[in-house]
């Protein structure tokens, strides 16, 4: 983990989303940059580069039973994301490994390079129940280190093969490089895609979520998925009160008008670390609105930042939350869009997929 607690100098995180690199939760300990009096404070340092580790997980679908989602089971072919999304709900997992929710979660990073053998293992096992799988639910399978991993496309590969549905939800463009793969499960009612926008103005994508696709190339995404057949939504997500919540209509009538057939929008959540390293950048990167974007984001989430019960993690409350509520309604109705369940995907094709171990059949 990178030394300290106190914030990392800008030159060093250029191009990152979180400013420090504080102790997870579990950490009986933390450390504290100290001046020894020979200016090692005042040093530029190294830009911080990403390190990633291969993780040898032993099984890769992971189940819930939320109520608030509408899936039961997920694959996350990594853990930690270089997408660097300063809001990102899934930061305080890196806690759980002994590594700080802030820098750590986008340099730190994990891949799981045998998930699509796992994953394979698991569909063959006899009586398992098809059921779609989510991708996207945690890290982002389409961030940066896929280009040279491809964990996310060995996924697909297996899903294909045992003709299996999936959904996705990504905020890169990297996702049309698996395009054939996802047109013609989609011809079969196999696959979607969802795109994740928060905002549409460029710079202020750069601060939320510098290394994430910039959002004239998520609609590019959205262009391309739909041309092939793949039917594609656009999630509004998170909106952000105070400051990108105006942007809801728009962002819906952009992916409407590229190709997108779903729609869905979630308000900002700040679990756990979230809370701390959201502040702080709003702190430095918005001082004018940091009051006024908590203040909204409490009187939705009963006077916290976060509410974190089943049934209403994913909601608000409020008058203000209400309207909000009801200006997505009207705008996804105006555009023709439907909500993110949509159709439903086909799992009576499953066919439980050959076992890396098997044998080929004599006459295969």
């Not at 986008?106 to 059921?131: H, I, M």
């Not at 974007?293 to 008058?319: C, K, M, Q, S, T």
């Not at 993110?340 to 059949?361: E, I, K, T, V, Y």
Request: charged letters at 25%.
């Amino acid at each position: 983990m990178l030394d300290g607690t106190s914030q990392i100098k800008p030159q060093q995180r250029r191009g990152r989303g979180a400013h420090s690199n504080a102790a997870g939760r579990y950490e009986r300990h933390t450390r504290q940059g100290l001046d020894d009096g020979w200016g090692t404070l005042d040093a530029e340092g190294e830009a911080l580069r990403t390190h990633v580790t291969v993780d040898a997980a032993r099984r890769v679908i992971t189940r819930n039973n939320s109520p608030d989602i509408p899936f039961d089971r997920s694959v996350n072919p990594y853990r930690g994301c270089e997408h660097g999304c300063v809001y990102c709900y899934a930061r305080p997992s890196h806690a759980h490994l002994g590594l700080s929710p802030g820098l750590d979660f986008e340099t730190r990073l994990f891949a799981k390079a045998d998930a699509a053998a796992r994953l394979r293992a698991e569909l063959a096992r006899p009586g398992y129940v098809c059921a779609p799988i989510a991708f996207g639910t945690n890290t982002d399978p389409y961030q940066p280190i896929e280009r040279d991993w491809r964990v996310m496309r060995g996924c697909l590969e297996v899903l294909a093969e045992a003709r299996h549905p999936v959904t996705i939800t990504t905020k890169s463009h990297l996702v049309t490089r698996d395009v054939d793969l996802l047109a013609a499960m989609a011809a079969d009612g196999l696959a979607k895609v969802a795109i994740s926008i928060t905002t549409l103005d460029h710079r202020l994508a750069r601060g939320l979520e510098p290394r994430a696709s910039t959002p004239g190339r998520r609609l590019a995404a959205i262009e391309t998925l739909a041309a092939a057949g793949v039917p594609v939504g656009v999630m509004v997500a998170p909106v952000i009160p105070a400051l990108t919540d105006h942007e809801v209509e728009a962002i819906l009538a952009a992916g409407a008008r590229a190709g997108a057939v779903e729609a869905g929008w979630i308000l900002l959540r700040l679990p756990g670390e979230v809370a701390g390293l959201f502040r702080d950048w709003l702190a430095e990167d918005m001082p004018d609105r940091a009051r006024r974007v908590l203040n909204r984001l409490r009187e939705a989430r009963g006077g916290r930042d976060n509410d974190p019960r089943f049934g209403h993690r994913f909601r608000g409350e409020g008058p203000a939350y209400e309207l909000l509520a009801q200006r997505a309604d009207r705008a996804r109705a105006r555009l023709g869009l439907k909500g993110r369940a949509g159709p439903g995907l086909r799992c009576d094709l499953f066919q439980s997929p050959r076992a890396a171990s098997d044998q080929l059949d004599l006459f295969g």
